[in-house]
């Protein structure tokens, strides 16, 4: 007999386990079913998020930061040490205890809800019957319910030639976790995961050499931003090439030996260790049995619509696995949707305001449309900024970098992008948000009393500039 739930969940990652919550604390007796085993061998929910992505990378961008500041930038404040060094283990088993922290909140959070939280791989059958794999021992066990949401994530994606083998190639499970230095680490895609865990290992003192494909630096973000960014970057020794098309990869004495093309022709570099984060993929192995109705789209993704429902009735889609940015927040706030939804509530995602920031120094965030996207689409728009340089919080801090710049519609001017780089620009970009969400203008930002001295200041001055009467900048 299988056993009967209101809503079930496969996959326990920021998508699916808040789901869950979320559904429980609405009255729906709830199960969630995930696989993922942590380094200790013990069950892990959290996902990919908690466990080998965004906490573990940002747990690393901090020790590595604390140290190349240590050796490169206190001594501008009259501190010296002698001796400094990192201690790779430690670093390590840091993240690692931060990562199991969490996961063991989440197990907390499932007991605090009354969630029936199921370690194991779950498999959609016809009729909204999951069949759940324990991962302790491989017992089957059948259950069933009202509505299900698939929140099963997504994998790195493989490039041909270039096969992992978990110590010498790696993906981000890998890089989170090497047990030295490399002294010098090839990564191939210069996207988001190939900046943070480059710039992770080249804090530490790796000659980091990212291979892009494309001839555009991060060309998803604004072009202003990318454009600078890729200069501060290239301060901090990471070298970046772009138009690199990479043929193959192979390991030979220790070595990662790379063949590939640019504008130059064919050549070859070696390196100690070589990321491979070229994009990620929906993963739904071994999810839908053929009879489960669900429809994956061309691209392996499962099939939604605006308010995440797949192609079988009762059953609904989150996160990575779906169309969509692959980020964490994103993945939740669908989770939180689809249990209102299920519960008959209005609910919806503005996708249009959801922010993306990437965690290098200094950092870059961003919300709605970049100054290419409203040309394209021949939006009338205009444009303010203001440089970190010129705000006493920065250069207070150390921090000089980078800039604000905002984009509002030429008539109304409601604002339609704002683009981040420089410190706390992770934190700073919610503001913007909030205005976006409330479609406010420029002008509502510029009217609004902003703290002194603080970096958010830099928000409050390309709002002034946006009406060029910026006040610690020529206009
Ligand atoms: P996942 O987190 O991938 O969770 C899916 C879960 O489902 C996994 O535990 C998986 O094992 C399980 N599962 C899959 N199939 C089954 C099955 N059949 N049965 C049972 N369980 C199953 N995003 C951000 O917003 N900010 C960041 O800073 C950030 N940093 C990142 C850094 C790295 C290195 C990486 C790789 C990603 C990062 N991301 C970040 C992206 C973020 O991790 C994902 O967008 C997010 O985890 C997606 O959540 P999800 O719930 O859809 O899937
Ligand atoms: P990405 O899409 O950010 O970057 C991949 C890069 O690889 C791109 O620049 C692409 O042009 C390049 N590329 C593709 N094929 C290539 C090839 N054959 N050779 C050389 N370059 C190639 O993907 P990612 O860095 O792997 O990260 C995956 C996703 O995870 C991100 O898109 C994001 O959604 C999520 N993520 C988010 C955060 C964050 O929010 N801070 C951090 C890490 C990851």
Same mark, same amino acid.
């Given at each position: 007999?299988?056993?009967?739930?209101?809503? /079930?969940?496969?996959?326990?990652?920021?998508?699916?386990?808040?789901?869950? %919550?979320?559904?429980?604390?609405?009255?729906?007796?709830?199960?969630?079913?995930?696989?993922?085993?942590?380094?200790?061998?013990?069950?892990?929910?959290?996902?990919?998020?908690?466990?080998?992505?965004?906490?573990?990378?940002?747990?690393?961008?901090?020790?590595?930061?604390?140290?190349?500041?240590?050796?490169?930038?206190?001594?501008?404040?009259?501190?010296?040490?002698?001796?400094?060094?990192?201690?790779?283990?430690?670093?390590?088993?840091?993240?690692?205890?931060?990562?199991?922290?969490?996961?063991?909140?989440?197990?907390?959070?499932?007991?605090?809800?009354?969630?029936?939280?199921?370690?194991?791989?779950?498999?959609?059958?016809?009729?909204?019957?999951?069949?759940?794999?324990?991962?302790?021992?491989?017992?089957?066990?059948?259950?069933?319910?009202?509505?299900?949401?698939?929140?099963?994530?997504?994998?790195?994606?493989?490039?041909?030639?270039?096969?992992?083998? @978990?110590?010498?190639?790696?993906?981000?499970?890998?890089?989170?976790?090497?047990?030295?230095?490399?002294?010098?680490?090839?990564?191939?895609?210069?996207?988001?995961? $190939?900046?943070?865990?480059?710039?992770?290992?080249?804090?530490?003192?790796?000659?980091?050499?990212?291979?892009?494909?494309?001839?555009?630096?991060?060309?998803?973000?604004?072009?202003?931003?990318?454009?600078?960014?890729?200069?501060?970057?290239?301060?901090?020794?990471?070298?970046?090439?772009?138009?690199?098309?990479?043929?193959?990869?192979?390991?030979?004495?220790?070595?990662?030996?790379?063949?590939?093309?640019?504008?130059?022709?064919?050549?070859?570099?070696?390196?100690?260790?070589?990321?491979?984060?070229?994009?990620?993929?929906?993963?739904?192995?071994?999810?839908?049995?053929?009879?489960?109705?669900?429809?994956?789209?061309?691209?392996?993704?499962?099939?939604?619509?605006?308010?995440?429902?797949?192609?079988?009735?009762?059953?609904?889609?989150?996160?990575?696995?779906?169309?969509?940015?692959?980020?964490?927040?994103?993945?939740?706030?669908?989770?939180?949707?689809?249990?209102?939804?299920?519960? $008959?509530?209005?609910?919806?995602?503005?996708?249009?305001?959801?922010?993306?920031?990437?965690?290098?120094?200094?950092?870059?965030?961003?919300?709605?449309?970049?100054?290419?996207?409203?040309?394209?689409?021949?939006?009338?728009?205009?444009?303010?900024?203001?440089?970190?340089?010129?705000?006493?919080?920065?250069?207070? @801090?150390?921090?000089?970098?980078?800039?604000?710049?905002?984009?509002?519609?030429?008539?109304?001017?409601?604002?339609?992008?704002?683009? %981040?780089?420089?410190?706390?620009?992770?934190?700073? %970009?919610?503001?913007?948000?909030?205005?976006?969400?409330?479609?406010?203008?420029?002008?509502?930002?510029?009217? /609004?009393?902003?703290?002194?001295?603080?970096?958010?200041?830099?928000?409050?001055?390309?709002?002034?500039?946006?009406?060029?009467?910026?006040?610690?900048?020529?206009?």
């Amino acid at each position: 007999m299988a056993e009967k739930f209101d809503l /079930i969940v496969i996959g326990g990652g920021p998508g699916g386990y808040v789901a869950a %919550i979320r559904a429980a604390q609405l009255g729906f007796k709830t199960a969630c079913v995930d696989m993922f085993t942590g380094k200790d061998g013990k069950p892990a929910p959290g996902g990919t998020c908690l466990n080998v992505g965004c906490i573990p990378s940002k747990a690393l961008l901090d020790s590595s930061k604390h140290y190349h500041h240590l050796q490169h930038d206190y001594g501008a404040h009259g501190i010296s040490m002698k001796d400094t060094a990192i201690d790779v283990a430690t670093m390590i088993a840091r993240k690692d205890g931060i990562v199991k922290k969490l996961t063991g909140g989440v197990t907390q959070l499932f007991k605090g809800n009354k969630i029936a939280y199921y370690h194991g791989k779950g498999r959609l059958m016809a009729g909204r019957q999951v069949q759940v794999t324990l991962s302790d021992g491989g017992e089957i066990q059948q259950l069933e319910a009202d509505n299900v949401i698939l929140a099963s994530g997504s994998v790195p994606i493989q490039i041909p030639n270039v096969e992992f083998d @978990g110590k010498y190639i790696v993906d981000n499970v890998g890089a989170l976790d090497f047990d030295s230095v490399p002294a010098t680490l090839g990564v191939i895609g210069a996207g988001v995961i $190939g900046l943070e865990l480059g710039s992770v290992w080249n804090r530490l003192g790796s000659e980091v050499t990212l291979l892009e494909a494309l001839p555009d630096f991060l060309p998803i973000a604004d072009r202003d931003v990318s454009k600078q960014a890729a200069r501060e970057f290239k301060k901090q020794g990471l070298d970046i090439r772009l138009g690199t098309l990479v043929k193959s990869a192979a390991v030979k004495k220790n070595k990662v030996i790379v063949n590939l093309e640019d504008k130059n022709g064919e050549s070859q570099l070696t390196f100690d260790r070589l990321l491979v984060c070229v994009g990620r993929k929906a993963y739904t192995e071994g999810l839908l049995d053929e009879d489960s109705g669900v429809q994956l789209t061309a691209n392996g993704q499962i099939q939604v619509d605006d308010q995440s429902r797949t192609t079988a009735p009762g059953v609904w889609a989150i996160g990575d696995c779906v169309r969509g940015p692959m980020l964490a927040h994103k993945a939740s706030e669908e989770g939180i949707a689809v249990a209102e939804l299920i519960a $008959g509530k209005p609910a919806h995602i503005h996708f249009d305001t959801v922010p993306w920031v990437v965690y290098t120094e200094p950092e870059i965030a961003w919300v709605g449309k970049t100054e290419q996207e409203l040309k394209d689409a021949g939006v009338d728009y205009k444009t303010g900024s203001f440089p970190f340089a010129a705000n006493g919080r920065a250069l207070a @801090g150390g921090n000089p970098a980078g800039l604000v710049k905002m984009l509002a519609d030429a008539e109304t001017d409601e604002i339609l992008g704002v683009h %981040i780089l420089g410190a706390n620009a992770s934190e700073l %970009i919610s503001e913007c948000v909030v205005a976006m969400e409330f479609q406010g203008s420029s002008e509502d930002l510029a009217r /609004i009393v902003h703290a002194h001295p603080t970096l958010s200041e830099a928000v409050h001055e390309a709002a002034l500039h946006v009406d060029k009467r910026a006040i610690h900048r020529g206009n």
